[in-house]
């Protein structure tokens, strides 16, 4: 028990210091600050951009890992959860390298469709989709497999087709992983920080999420870093709430 306490406390004593150094006297005229308000709105919009880019690619390929056989498909679903441990600032020279003016892919894009990606809010999104989608692709890959076959057998059986079953019964049956998925995909897009400098810079108002604007607090304006501190944590705490007992069983 008492190494099992001190894990504990190493775990819980900085989210009580983050608490009880809070400026709650101040807290809402903080908040109103045009500069957080700007970093939020930020965060909010380009976290849900990225989790809807994470849907649109990450049920197909996490359909395609769980229903599909083929050569190379532990290689190909050790590569799709690379980004849970790379560290997030080699995603973004990564990000930077292909997506870049002068990249693989992003110097083909500026030189064909005058469409540059880095240091926009576009490549915000996308430096948050790259470290996120692992999370909805686990999840909804995990669903698929549990996920009792006999209900799309049975509807093939009667006559519906690939698409019918898909929409019909597939997304039905797995609907409560693609919901776990996608809180924490949108989470992980909330708090990303170092793909984000690394790929899309900090501009405010255009590039400066909620993160971003937290280390750049601690040098001027510790207090706002506090109240910008808070309101990820409690983001976190919302996505704990939503999401329990998924994993462990208990309600």
């Given at each position: 028990?008492?190494?099992?306490?001190?894990?504990?406390?190493?775990?819980?004593?900085?989210?009580?210091?983050?608490?009880?150094?809070?400026?709650?006297?101040?807290?809402?005229?903080?908040?109103?600050?045009?500069?957080?308000?700007?970093?939020?709105?930020?965060?909010?919009?380009?976290?849900?951009?990225?989790?809807?880019?994470?849907?649109?690619?990450?049920?197909?390929?996490?359909?395609?890992?769980?229903?599909?056989p083929f050569r190379g498909v532990r290689l190909v679903?050790?590569?799709?959860?690379?980004?849970?441990?790379?560290?997030?600032?080699?995603?973004?020279?990564?990000?930077?390298?292909?997506?870049?003016?002068?990249?693989?892919?992003?110097?083909?894009?500026?030189?064909?469709?005058?469409?540059?990606?880095?240091?926009?809010?576009?490549?915000?999104?996308?430096?948050?989709?790259?470290?996120?989608?692992?999370?909805?692709?686990?999840?909804?890959?995990?669903?698929?497999?549990?996920?009792?076959?006999?209900?799309?057998?049975?509807?093939?059986?009667?006559?519906?087709?690939?698409?019918?079953?898909?929409?019909?019964?597939?997304?039905?049956?797995?609907?409560?992983?693609?919901?776990?998925?996608?809180?924490?995909?949108?989470?992980?897009?909330?708090?990303?920080?170092?793909?984000?400098?690394?790929?899309?810079?900090?501009?405010?108002?255009?590039?400066?999420?909620?993160?971003?604007?937290?280390?750049?607090?601690?040098?001027?304006?510790?207090?706002?870093?506090?109240?910008?501190?808070?309101?990820?944590?409690?983001?976190?705490?919302?996505?704990?709430?939503?999401?329990?007992?998924?994993?462990?069983?208990?309600?």
């Amino acid at each position: 028990m008492v190494p099992a306490m001190a894990g504990l406390a190493f775990l819980v004593l900085p989210l009580a210091g983050l608490l009880v150094r809070a400026p709650w006297s101040t807290l809402g005229t903080r908040l109103a600050e045009p500069h957080v308000l700007e970093a939020l709105r930020l965060s909010l919009v380009t976290a849900t951009l990225a989790t809807g880019l994470c849907l649109l690619l990450g049920v197909p390929l996490a359909w395609t890992l769980a229903r599909v056989p083929f050569r190379g498909v532990r290689l190909v679903r050790a590569l799709v959860t690379v980004p849970l441990v790379l560290p997030p600032v080699v995603g973004g020279v990564a990000l930077l390298l292909v997506l870049g003016r002068r990249g693989l892919v992003g110097g083909r894009l500026d030189a064909a469709f005058g469409i540059t990606l880095p240091f926009t809010t576009a490549g915000v999104v996308l430096a948050e989709a790259f470290v996120a989608m692992p999370f909805l692709v686990i999840s909804v890959e995990g669903a698929l497999r549990a996920a009792d076959h006999r209900y799309e057998e049975a509807a093939a059986t009667l006559g519906a087709g690939r698409w019918t079953v898909f929409l019909r019964v597939t997304l039905p049956l797995v609907a409560p992983g693609i919901a776990a998925g996608s809180v924490l995909c949108w989470a992980r897009a909330l708090g990303e920080f170092g793909a984000t400098i690394t790929f899309a810079g900090s501009f405010p108002g255009r590039t400066q999420t909620m993160p971003l604007a937290v280390y750049l607090a601690l040098e001027t304006d510790p207090q706002a870093a506090i109240v910008l501190s808070l309101i990820l944590l409690a983001v976190a705490v919302l996505v704990l709430a939503a999401l329990r007992g998924r994993w462990t069983g208990t309600s």
